[in-house]
């Protein structure tokens, strides 16, 4: 459990927070060279707090995610808002020497797609997680933007197609099927009427949920300005309802709840057919997604992202049914 | 040439000594890993089995819809043009019965559990 860090990032904390005394255990959960995510167990005041803490030790995580300290903001600012997000209770500076980062409370719950969608203990509320998840979207996208403009960079829906067109050209493997659904997609994904607080990957893995609801909405490394229908659209997409389809909303409710909840909490009122050209764009954005585990592959010969590039078929399948069959 | 076991009954025997043997003794990120080893050489068994032919009647659809020459690949590449260049309507039948043809194929072979799903309505 020791770290090279855990020194420096025990004195920070002590400094900031009155009565913290003491890192009792430390478990990594995930990441990769650049990122990491541990769980903290903490004395403080003479309690037991149970903490995450998100580190990137050589600086900047990845080109496409928000710097740990931006992504720290925004939560501040959703949870300001009235939003479910854990607190941040420490943002890392660069004199404490103990990296990026930030140190924000663990919550429970489940974040296990297959769980949330087939225990018992979950049967009971999953009627319910659509109109939570609209609730809780309304409120993410009624955050006042301006503050966030100077940290956020702005990505809207024409921005984005053109920027997947860009990465799957030059892959330099066309499929038919990616090229109808940019076809169908270039009329359809329109510039946003408002730009919103974008979480920019509200589905399964963030969404914590517990028997008695949606606790708290994780991991806002990808978060920016821009449109709202992106969110809905995203948790709606085919490759996040592991097998029951049926139930647009992430494979537990139906996208009716979720834009009637959304348009009760919030001042936008949306229509599937609003939503529908964001779905398509979720199975496109996904199955160019594959198409990079691929790449991964070739340099790391991981067998798990040479499966996963073999999954790109499986949005292909999902593109077909909702362009040419109008299925949702 | 020695073609006794054939490549399929080749890689079928080692997905089952991974699948029955050699995944009960393993545990973690090693046990998870041999399964989605497992799964990539089921693909490799139905490609085997099924791709040949799946791939020919693809080619002989594609010369037909694109009137062009050339290897699956280049067919592919040429229709990928027609659809981007608009020189093709999306809702034309030809080019709809051949993507649902293709996809049809292609996921019976990449993931043939996932088509089970009941969709919502249209």
């Given amino acids: 459990?020791?770290?090279?860090?855990?020194?420096?990032?025990?004195?920070?904390?002590?400094?900031?927070?009155?009565?913290?005394?003491?890192?009792?255990?430390?478990?990594?959960?995930?990441?990769?060279?650049?990122?990491?995510?541990?769980?903290?167990d903490a004395e403080v005041a003479g309690a037991a707090e149970r903490l995450i803490l998100r580190r990137a030790p050589g600086g900047h995580s990845s080109p496409t995610a928000v710097p740990l300290a931006t992504e720290a903001i925004v939560i501040e600012t959703v949870r300001e808002a009235g939003g479910k997000v854990p607190r941040v209770r420490y943002v890392l500076k660069e004199e404490d020497g103990a990296g990026q980062g930030y140190v924000m409370d663990r919550l429970e719950g489940e974040t296990i797609a297959r769980k949330i969608l087939r225990e018992d203990e979950f049967a009971v509320i999953r009627p319910q997680l659509a109109a939570a998840c609209g609730q809780e979207l309304a409120?993410?996208?009624?955050?006042?933007?301006?503050?966030?403009?100077?940290?956020?960079?702005?990505?809207?829906?024409?921005?984005?197609?053109?920027?997947?067109?860009?990465?799957?050209?030059?892959?330099?493997?066309?499929?038919?099927?990616?090229?109808?659904?940019?076809?169908?997609?270039?009329?359809?994904?329109k510039p946003p009427a408002e730009i919103a607080l974008v979480h920019g990957d509200f589905r399964h893995g963030n969404l914590l949920i517990s028997p008695l609801g949606l606790e708290a909405v994780l991991d806002w490394e990808l978060t920016h300005l821009g449109d709202p229908l992106e969110d809905l659209g995203w948790i709606c997409t085919r490759s996040w309802r592991f097998g029951?389809?049926?139930?647009?909303?992430?494979?537990?409710?139906?996208?009716?709840?979720?834009?009637?909840?959304?348009?009760?909490?919030?001042?936008?009122?949306?229509?599937?057919?609003?939503?529908k050209p964001w779905i398509v764009y979720g199975s496109l954005k996904w199955g160019i997604?594959?198409?990079?585990?691929?790449?991964?592959?070739?340099?790391?010969?991981?067998?798990?992202?040479?499966?996963?590039?073999?999954?790109?078929?499986?949005?292909?399948?999902?593109?077909?049914?909702?362009?040419?069959?109008?299925?949702? | 040439m020695m073609d006794q076991p054939?490549?399929?009954?080749?890689?079928?025997a080692v997905r089952n000594f991974l699948e029955q043997r050699a995944l009960p003794e393993l545990k973690?990120?090693?046990?998870?890993?041999?399964?989605?080893?497992?799964?990539?050489?089921?693909?490799?068994?139905?490609?085997?089995?099924?791709?040949?032919?799946?791939?020919?009647?693809?080619?002989?659809?594609?010369?037909?819809?694109?009137?062009?020459?050339g290897s699956r690949e280049e067919l592919n590449r040429l229709l990928c043009r027609m659809?981007?260049?608009?020189?093709?309507?999306?809702?034309?039948p030809r080019l709809t019965a051949h993507l649902e043809a293709t996809i049809t194929d292609k996921i019976?072979?990449?993931?043939?559990g996932y088509t089970g799903g009941k969709a919502a309505g249209s």
């Avoid at chain 1, 038919?176 to 359809?188: I, Q």
């Avoid at chain 2, 981007?84 to 309507?89: P, V």
């Fill in chain 1, 139 to 189: 409120r993410i996208h009624r955050v006042e933007t301006r503050a966030l403009a100077a940290v956020l960079p702005t990505v809207d829906g024409p921005t984005q197609l053109a920027r997947y067109r860009a990465i799957y050209d030059a892959y330099d493997h066309p499929d038919p099927v990616f090229e109808m659904a940019f076809r169908w997609l270039e009329p359809r994904l």
């Fill in chain 1, 244 to 275: 029951v389809t049926a139930r647009p909303v992430g494979g537990f409710g139906q996208l009716a709840d979720l834009l009637k909840a959304y348009a009760t909490s919030g001042e936008r009122a949306f229509t599937i057919e609003d939503v």
């Fill in chain 2, 6 to 12: 054939s490549v399929l009954e080749l890689v079928e």
């Fill in chain 1, 289 to 328: 997604m594959c198409m990079t585990m691929y790449q991964g592959f070739r340099s790391d010969g991981s067998v798990e992202r040479a499966t996963i590039g073999r999954r790109a078929s499986e949005t292909q399948w999902d593109l077909v049914r909702m362009i040419l069959h109008g299925e949702l």
């Fill in chain 2, 83 to 92: 659809i981007r260049e608009g020189e093709i309507a999306l809702d034309d």
């Fill in chain 1, 1 to 40: 459990m020791k770290a090279e860090f855990f020194q420096p990032l025990s004195r920070a904390l002590a400094r900031a927070w009155p009565g913290f005394s003491q890192i009792t255990d430390a478990v990594r959960l995930s990441g990769g060279a650049s990122q990491e995510t541990w769980a903290l």
């Fill in chain 2, 28 to 69: 973690g990120h090693t046990r998870f890993h041999a399964r989605v080893a497992a799964n990539a050489l089921g693909i490799v068994a139905r490609e085997l089995a099924e791709g040949p032919t799946a791939f020919n009647r693809e080619a002989a659809r594609l010369t037909a819809l694109t009137g062009g020459k």
């Fill in chain 2, 108 to 112: 019976a072979i990449d993931q043939p």
